[in-house]
């Protein structure tokens, strides 16, 4: 059996996430005409926490990407700001809002910093983003979510859990044990951890080869996006 804590794979190259938005080349030779991450609405999962009053007050959507958990938010009457490191995918979170007719603030942040947030917002919440994290941003990370959540505040967060086959799309997939120890008193209240799937575009057949090659066989929707395993975590800022 493989011990994913006792063998952690090689970092993987840094993702310039403006090029990707921009569709210039993220690496040699390699153009991602839309991330994945960006499936035109917000992930079911969210919706979940959503019909079940777990989103309140003041609302932060981090690695917005384009906007639209923002958006969908704002349209249901949420106070809601939208951060995201690539400038562009700002400007296209702000042109889906004016689309929608939603009002939502957008700027542009490191999710590593969040300076001039300070206890700002009652729930946070963020999909496919602990995971493009190395170790030494994601302390940094955790220390600006539990400055920009007020007291009592509550972080919604979607990762992707490590498996065999995590690499060939996440830089760095996480166990459930390194998310508890991340996530733990005295600051934090761990009040959901368990694993579910997340949504992902529908993929080009360059990724679907690389799967392949690897011994990788996702599940899909019947629209054809890909199923991946995450860790869903609800942490209360204590």
């Not at 917000?42 to 609302?59: A, C, H, Y």
């Amino acid at each position: 059996m493989t011990n994913h804590e006792d063998t952690p794979p090689p970092a993987p190259p840094a993702v310039d996430y403006e090029r990707l938005y921009r569709g210039e080349e993220v690496f040699p030779g390699v153009v991602i005409d839309r991330a994945p991450w960006d499936i035109g609405r917000p992930q079911p999962l969210l919706l979940d926490f959503e019909r079940t009053g777990r989103i309140v007050g003041e609302v932060l959507d981090l690695g917005c990407g384009p906007g639209d958990t923002a958006v969908h938010l704002a349209g249901l009457g949420y106070r809601v700001a939208g951060l995201d490191i690539a400038p562009t995918a700002i400007e296209q979170a702000r042109a889906r809002a004016a689309e929608r007719g939603v009002s939502a603030t957008f700027d542009v942040a490191d999710a590593t910093v969040l300076d001039g947030y300070d206890a700002c917002f009652d729930t946070v919440v963020s999909s496919a983003l602990l995971h493009c994290l190395d170790p030494e941003q994601r302390v940094r990370h955790v220390h600006a979510l539990a400055r920009v959540l007020k007291p009592g505040g509550r972080l919604i967060q979607f990762c992707f859990l490590r498996t065999d086959h995590a690499e060939l799309y996440a830089p760095y997939p996480i166990t459930e044990q390194q998310l508890r120890s991340t996530f733990e008193p005295p600051t934090w209240s761990v009040t959901t951890l368990r694993t579910d799937r997340l949504e992902v575009a529908e993929p080009v057949g360059r990724m679907l080869s690389g799967f392949a090659q690897n011994g990788f066989e996702p599940e899909f929707t019947e629209a054809g996006a890909i199923l991946l395993p995450v860790l869903v975590l609800e942490a209360q800022r204590i």
